[in-house]
Every structure is written in C-alpha cells, then in structure tokens.
C-alpha cells in the first residue's frame, strides 16, 4: 500500500477503440448507473463536466487498490486532510474530525466529528462508521490499508483472529471517539489523511460485500461527488453531491475516459475532448505541449514529493563492497540524466527524504559527479579492470529505460560493463521481492507526508529491504529506522532521521538517489481552480474545480 511506484503500462488496443467509440457517442451494453440519492433519475447534462482520462481499475474500493485514487478522493472523505501553501509547505488539517487532542505520551488520540455529517444515501456518519474502516483495513484479505491501523492496540491480535474487536477503539457515543496506540507512532494523524484511510459507511458496504467499489450503487461516502456510473472499457462517471456536508462541488461532476494511448490522449486534448491532460510519461507527445508557445498560459505544474532512484543489491558481489557502490554514485552526471530523462524539470535529490517532505534536510552533502574518484575506488576495490553488471527493466517502462541507458554508458566510462535486461512486468515484480534484481530504476511518491512514509518502506526492516531489491544489512540502522517513529519529541525524531538517512546513503551508499520531478499537466481554457495534490500525484482532488462555458 505504503506507496506507488509511477504510471502502470499501456492497455490494449481494443480497450483504447473502445473508449473513442464511447468519445463518438455509442452507448455502452455494459451500463451501471448509481442507486445513490444524490444522482438524478434523468440523464444529466454533462457540459459542465471535468473531462479528464485514466486507465480502468479493478476497483475503487479507496482500501484494495494501490493506485487508483481518483474515486477515493473525490467521492469519500478522511478524518484529516493535507493542505499545501503556496509556497509547498504543507499541514494536516480537519476533516470529517473537527478536532482532536493527543495525550502527553503520544498513545491516545481523542477526536470529535462533524455533527450532521451524511454519507451520499441520507445515512449518518457515527463513530461507528470510522471502527468499522479501520477494522475492515486490517482484516479484508485485499487490502493495502492495513498500516493505517498497524500501530493502534490490540490490531495483531484483530488480524490473527484471536479476537474480534479493536481494543484500541472506544467510541463515546456517536461523535466522539479514542484511539489507543500500542506505542507511539508520530506519523498516526498524516497516516490518516491517504486515501486508503477513507471512511466508509459502515451499513451499505458490510451489506455489499464484493459489490463496493465496483457497484456504484453501494459504494457511498461523504464526499463532495458521487460514484455514480462505471460503464465498462469506457469511464467512470462522478456527479455533483449537493447535499455534501461540506458544500457542493464547484462542477457538476467528472467523467474519467480509459484511454492510455499517449497520441490519442494528445488528439482528444486538441479536439477540445479533454479537460485536464496529465504530461507525465507522454514522451514526445509532452514535448508538443511543454516547447511549444500555443500552449504555455495552459500549463500547470506541483513539485513530486517523491524521489526517482537507482537501487543497488548489496548481496550481489561486487554490490556488497561499499566502494563499489560509492564509485557507482560518483560515476553518474545526475544533472544530465535530469535533462535527458525529463527535460530538466526537477531537482537534485541528495539523500532519502526529497524536497516538500517533512525531515528534508538542506544541508545534505551533494553527491558530486566525480568519474576520476569513481574509477580509483574500483582499482582500490579490486576492480580495476571493471566488472559485469546486469541492470533490469520493465517491459512497458520505457521512461526508465532511456535513464539507464545513459546510466549504463556513464558507468562504462570508469569500467563498469553495464547491460540492460527487460523483463515483463510480472517477472519483475516476483524477482524484486524476492531480492534478486542486482540494479534497477524506479520512483516513490509518499502518500502521507512524514519521513516514515519513505525510510521505513525501503530500510525499516531487512524484509522491506530485500523486498525492493536493495538487501540492506546494517541491522543497528534498520533498527534504529524502526524505532524513530516511536520518538515523541518532534525536534529528536527529525534529527535521528535525518543521522539516519546519511549513514544510509552518504556513508553505506545503500543507494542512488537521483531527483524529483515537477508534474506538468495541460489544462483546457474552461476549467478554472485546478491545483496539483500537495504530493504532486496524478489523483487530486476535484471539489473547487469550475467548468466555464
């Protein structure tokens, strides 16, 4: 759950025919409309729609999917909210919780809910609602939320089935609420601001079982949109929810195209089809938008909050030598894979924790770009006349591709013979968690925004570590990784992350950490009040989104 890895592949050709057959007004066989009370029974009038375009889903159910968060945005609410200012710092904020206390030791959470709150079928929100959530997020066998509930009492023992109730819950009738910790975990309340931390309604989604988040009908929330169609190969439709507890919506709803082709998504934009068109991962088609100067007043852009890297598995040789992996670090022009990857649009990353990200640590020493020091650390290391080193790719990630292929010819230059492998999606995965990719590219953009959110994924336990393929094994850091967020003391626990994250990358060189990306999106003259999600993610949230004809 804890976090996306970038874009996924292409669809099927049929699936992009389908959606543009859809575009040019053939109604779809596969038709779901919504049973929700906030929908209109005649069909609405859809000028005033956000238009925008997606890959299909298995679900949005915002607990069992790890990167389809448009619905649970959109169509649901969190306890608490992030708020970014303008100058990208951010905070966490009330939401369906008014407000809240936290104890002294930093194990109770005390929290009060709106009154008069409504899901989108007329029933009220109650504490009840939120227990449900969290127990459903341990316990459902496909859920990725379960960190959400990890650290509250008695969520072990929910999960191995030794009892049936979270202990670490109390209602205290029907708006107020305590939430008991089993230890201190700093990172609780920006934990509960991801969308896998959506509440739901208790009632309709027990009663749905398999249906909620793929029946519109019965997969409700409190939110400022309603779930209102999924018609198959084609879109997700959203509708204005008039009654939502905290205003309506600025448009009167959205309507999510499965479209992937990048020229097609390009066309649709130009024909005036689309209102929002995500640049990422488009290539040449970005380009068209980015250089040229028709389109410049029309680009808008958030900074990622997360970190483009390059992993290394220090329990293939020669990766187990520190040498070698520091000489992998100074070998690579960082500045020019920047350029070339991505056209310059982002910023050097010198550690774990990137720019916008609570611990960010400015003072970081640069990793300069030094083949000279490179080339000595392999002689010294024993490799002076270079090694083998097999790097791996995804199939359909040709965004990474074109990084590593400069990487690689940046490392032949002080010796390294480096060769890329592509291997289908599914080869990859089941050979990245099973530790045995020697080097590949990816990116991590945190779904909550605290140094926990990305330390502990890759370097918080020696599991997680072999998982992404990294086989870290400096057992006093993993430990003290997994103990920093039980520091109560804000200013501490910053500062022993941020220790933490030098030992790891300037002194173990665990990795290579390249940059962050600033998200380019191209935004059609009729839509007004779009802002990128604080964390710079494609899902956003559409609430103050206006359509003007």
């Known amino acids: ?267 649709m934009f130009e024909d005036g089809k689309l209102d929002i068109l995500d640049l990422e991962n488009l290539g040449t088609d970005a380009e068209f938008f980015m250089r040229g100067d028709i389109y410049q007043d029309q680009l808008r852009y958030g900074n990622r909050v997360g970190l483009t890297y390059i992993a290394l598995n220090e329990s293939i040789a020669p990766l187990d030598d520190v040498r070698v992996r520091r000489a992998l670090q100074l070998a690579l022009d960082r500045h020019a894979l920047l350029m070339s990857a991505y056209g310059g649009r982002g910023t050097i990353e010198n550690g774990i924790y990137p720019h916008g990200l609570i611990g960010f640590d400015p003072d970081l020493p640069e990793i300069p770009y030094d083949p000279q020091a490179a080339a000595a650390l392999l002689e010294e290391a024993g490799y002076a006349d270079g090694f083998d080193l097999e790097i791996s790719v995804e199939d359909d990630a040709s965004n990474y591709r074109e990084l590593l292929e400069l990487a690689a010819s940046m490392w032949r230059k002080v010796g390294v013979r480096a060769s890329i492998t592509t291997l289908g999606r599914d080869e990859f995965s089941e050979k990245r968690r099973g530790g045995g990719i020697a080097c590949y590219a990816s990116r991590f953009s945190v779904d909550f925004n605290d140094p926990d959110a990305i330390i502990y994924v890759f370097f918080g336990d020696a599991d997680n570590a072999r998982s992404r393929s990294l086989c870290y094994d400096n057992e006093a850091v993993i430990q003290r990784v997994a103990d920093a967020c039980a520091i109560v003391d804000e200013d501490a626990r910053i500062a022993e992350y941020r220790e933490l994250e030098r030992v790891i990358v300037q002194e173990d060189c665990a990795w290579i950490p390249l940059f962050s990306n600033q998200h380019y999106f191209i935004v059609n003259p009729r839509v007004r009040n779009f802002r990128v999600a604080w964390n710079g993610w494609t899902n956003t949230q559409y609430r103050d989104v206006v359509i003007e004809e």
């Open 1 to 267: 759950m804890r976090r996306n890895e970038g874009m996924r592949g292409r669809a099927a050709l049929a699936l992009l025919l389908a959606a543009l057959l859809c575009l040019s007004g053939c109604a779809s066989v596969d038709r779901v409309s919504s049973a929700n009370t906030a929908v209109p029974s005649a069909a609405p009038d859809t000028a005033r729609y956000l238009r925008i375009t997606a890959e299909e889903p298995n679900t949005v159910d915002p607990q069992c999917t790890d990167d389809f968060y448009d619905v649970a945005l959109n169509v649901f609410d969190r306890l608490v909210e992030v708020e970014a200012d303008p100058d990208g710092a951010s905070r966490i904020v009330p939401s369906l919780a008014k407000s809240w206390e936290i104890s002294d030791d930093g194990l109770i959470y005390t929290f009060h809910l709106h009154p008069g709150v409504t899901f989108s079928n007329g029933a009220p929100l109650t504490a009840s609602d939120v227990e449900y959530t969290l127990v459903r997020a341990l316990t459902h066998p496909d859920s990725y939320s379960g960190d959400i509930g990890e650290f509250i009492l008695g969520s072990d023992a929910l999960r191995d089935g030794s009892a049936q109730t979270l202990e670490g819950f109390e209602a205290q009738g029907d708006l107020d609420f305590t939430i008991t910790l089993s230890l201190p975990y700093a990172a609780f309340l920006a934990i509960l601001s991801i969308p896998g931390a959506s509440i739901l309604d208790e009632e309709t989604t027990r009663a749905a079982g398999d249906r909620f988040g793929r029946d519109p009908g019965v997969t409700v929330g409190t939110g400022p949109f309603v779930f209102s169609e999924w018609n198959a190969a084609n879109d997700i439709v959203l509708t204005a929810n008039p009654g939502c507890w905290s205003g309506a919506p600025g448009c009167d709803g959205v309507v999510m195209r499965f479209v992937t082709d990048s020229e097609a998504k390009r066309l």
